[in-house]
């Protein structure tokens, strides 16, 4: 099934991509919780979670990880938060694994969405 990240990468529905290369695409989140909400997501559409992707190509996990950083410090301070919904319980709604990136000022509470 084409996830809507998926759709994203091939430019098949808009989105204001922030970051790209051969493995990684980032994005604004079209409803943002805080300042600066990005996702950051691997290309493939692989791994429904971030355990499945860590078991299956770390080095994917990390460079996601990587990426969250620097553009927390290209978009605000370089302070951030870093979200893996993990499961519909858990407010998981599309299941390409992606990396919530809330940063700017952060009220308490933008945790659960
Ligand atoms: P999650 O609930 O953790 O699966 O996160 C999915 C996120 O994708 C939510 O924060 C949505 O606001 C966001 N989202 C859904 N569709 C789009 C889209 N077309 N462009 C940007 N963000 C999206």
Known sequence: ?????TRIV???IPAEIVFEND???????????APVHLLVVPKTEEYENV???AEG?????????ATASA???EHANGEY????????????TVFHVH???LSGHITEGSLGF
């Not at 493995?23 to 919780?33: E, G, L, S, T, Y």
């Open 1 to 5: 099934m084409t996830s809507i990240f």
């Open 10 to 12: 091939a430019r098949e």
């Open 23 to 33: 493995r990684v695409i980032a994005f604004k989140d079209i409803a943002p919780q």
């Open 51 to 53: 355990a499945q992707l």
């Open 57 to 65: 190509d770390p080095a994917l996990l990390a460079e996601l990880v």
């Open 71 to 73: 553009l927390a410090a």
């Open 81 to 92: 938060r870093l979200i893996f919904n993990s499961g519909p319980s858990a407010g998981q």
């Open 99 to 101: 990396a919530h990136v």
